[in-house]
């Protein structure tokens, strides 16, 4: 059965976890075009990490918010 709901949690630079956006995705495509478009916006609101989800199982992370230099 595919995963129907993908959502992002967040974590500081501690490591600690960070309420944020609870916007649920229907695909992990359409979940990781919203992260490249709002990861400025996320940093700016001090995350650091983001981990993505899918119907309550972790999917990948820590995904780096900082910019490549």
């Known amino acids: 059965m595919r995963p129907t709901q993908w959502t992002w949690k967040y974590e500081d630079v501690e490591g600690?976890?960070?309420?944020?956006?609870?916007?649920?995705?229907p695909t992990q495509s359409d979940a990781e075009v919203w992260i490249g478009e709002s990861w400025r916006e996320l940093r700016a609101r001090g995350?650091?990490?983001?981990?993505l989800w899918a119907d309550g199982a972790e999917v990948y992370g820590p995904l780096s918010l900082r910019p490549v230099d």
């Open 16 to 25: 600690r976890p960070l309420d944020g956006d609870e916007t649920v995705f």
């Open 47 to 51: 995350v650091e990490n983001a981990h």
